[in-house]
T-cell receptor
């Protein structure tokens, strides 16, 4: 059973460009979470999605960031007009059912975004 | 979700047990204790979780005090590959895990 897959693993963008990060959850998992980790810091929650629905985006910056999880295909985290402060590791996690106390989240290897 | 307090860093000799403490004095009765680790900027790896009773799996043991205000993660025979940042998280429900700064464990040869 393959784990959570993320691609690309490394992404370099110039300021003002767009970054698209993809996440394929574990087989059988229908819930996806995105986290961001700035250098020397812990992970910070960004958004929680189910298929075709955004459930909780309380951690998403108000501008330039968006996320989707279509009926078919991977979840996409999209960052428009990137700035140097967006440089970070972005991790995706998945879980099988509604988020609850016993629903463990399983994390992917992350995408390292570097904005020049 | 309750806040947790962990030491910033710890060392452990290879082959010895690593005991990582976590204080969660404001934990409520229905909040679980989770442990994850992150090895050199890889994705966080789930280790173990529990509510009241002690738990053990192939990776570690989790000891939760009777009043549930603290817990200890035990790696019974630490290896160099256990060098990582260990995160203690308490969680009832909701959509996210709150990762603090964790404990940086260094296993020494």
């Amino acid at each position: 059973n393959a784990g959570v897959m993320q691609n690309p693993r490394h992404l370099v963008r110039r300021r003002g460009q767009e970054a698209r990060l993809r996440c394929s959850p574990m087989k059988g998992h229908s819930h996806v979470y995105w986290y961001r980790q700035l250098p020397e810091e812990g992970l910070k929650f960004m958004v929680y999605l189910q298929k075709e629905n955004i459930i909780d985006e309380s951690g998403m910056p108000k501008e330039r960031f968006s996320a989707e999880f279509p009926k078919e295909g991977p979840s996409i985290l999209r960052i428009q007009q990137v700035v140097r402060g967006d440089s970070a590791a972005y991790f995706c996690a998945s879980s099988p059912r509604l988020a609850g106390a016993t629903e463990t989240q399983y994390f992917g290897p992350g995408t390292r975004l570097l904005v020049l | 979700d309750a806040k947790t307090t962990q030491p910033t860093s710890m060392d452990c000799a290879e082959g010895r047990a690593a005991n990582l403490p976590c204080n969660h004095s404001t934990i409520s009765g229905n909040e679980y204790v989770y442990w994850y680790r992150q090895i050199h900027s890889q994705g966080p790896q789930y280790i173990i979780h529990g509510l009241k009773n002690n738990e053990t799996n192939e990776m570690a043991s989790l000891i939760i005090t009777e009043d549930r205000k603290s817990s200890t993660l035990i790696l019974p025979h630490a290896t160099l590959r256990d060098t990582a940042v260990y995160y203690c998280i308490v969680r009832f429900t909701g959509n996210q895990f709150y990762f603090g700064t964790g404990t940086s464990l260094t296993v020494i040869p």
